[in-house]
């Protein structure tokens, strides 16, 4: 299947400071990518839906001057969470999917998970 | 509103024996089908999907889900349980229609293989 990578896969980080998360298909264009939120032992809550050259579509609920999304090539997507604060800390992962229509399945990344002190 | 259930938070089955993880989906429609798996700090692996045709769905490691459109299901199943099959299992829908449209997803079932 395609590969998502993500970077970087672990990062702590001091509360106030922005984090940047790279999300790249490497094997294929992804016409779409999605950012997800994942608590411990909880399903996976959609943050985000962009595709490349546009801006993102928010969630309800998700604060999109926060967490700030940038889909500028067919290939990467970044993440980054600004002014990051301990509630923040998470595990966040990125998928991505081509063209192709609906029936295409999500590739998914590794994940990374912040932590912020 | 679009939903995904997975009754079982969790599903314990000995090494060699067949195991079933369920899932039932409210959507309007005939939706795509999807299951994914993760291990510990990883993301999610696709396993297999439903798009159309026969309802029993072959896909990686040996799992298989049945599409049941009567009782709106799409379980999971294994003939023989492996240990290295312990894992937390997603079930997912998306809606047949255009546009970018994201997966659902239930809250997962982790399921563990006592050998």
């Known amino acids: 299947g395609a590969v998502v990578s993500q970077h970087p896969s672990r990062v702590i980080c001091k509360s106030g400071t922005s984090v940047k998360i790279e999300c790249r298909s490497l094997?294929?264009?992804?016409?779409?990518m999605f950012w997800y939120r994942q608590f411990p032992k909880q399903s996976l809550m959609l943050m985000a839906t962009?595709?490349?050259?546009?801006?993102?579509?928010?969630e309800q609920g998700v604060e999109k001057d926060k967490f700030l999304i940038n889909h500028a090539s067919l290939t990467l997507s970044t993440l980054t969470v600004t002014s990051a604060h301990p509630e923040d800390s998470s595990f966040y992962i990125c998928?991505?999917?081509?063209?192709?229509?609906?029936?295409?399945?999500?590739?998914f990344g590794p994940g990374t998970r912040l932590t912020v002190l | 509103a679009q939903s995904v259930a997975q009754p079982e938070d969790q599903v314990n089955v000995a090494e060699g024996n067949p195991l079933t993880v369920k899932c039932t989906y409210s959507v309007s429609g005939n939706p795509y089908l999807f299951w994914y798996v993760q291990y510990p700090n990883r993301g999610l692996q696709f396993l297999l999907k439903?798009?159309?045709?026969?309802?029993l769905v072959k896909g990686s490691y040996g799992f298989e889900a049945e599409f049941n459109k009567s009782q709106t299901s799409f379980h999971l199943k294994k003939p023989s349980a492996l240990v290295s099959d312990s894992a937390l299992y997603f079930c997912?829908?998306?809606?047949?229609?255009?546009?970018?449209?994201?997966?659902?997803f239930g809250k997962g079932t982790r399921l563990s293989v006592i050998a």
């Open positions: 962009s595709n490349e050259g546009s801006k993102a579509t928010y």
């Open positions: 094997d294929f264009q992804a016409t779409t």
């Open positions: 997912a829908v998306r809606p047949r229609i255009s546009g970018n449209t994201p997966l659902v």
């Open positions: 439903y798009i159309t045709g026969d309802n």
């Open positions: 998928s991505a999917r081509g063209a192709g229509g609906a029936s295409n399945e999500q590739f």
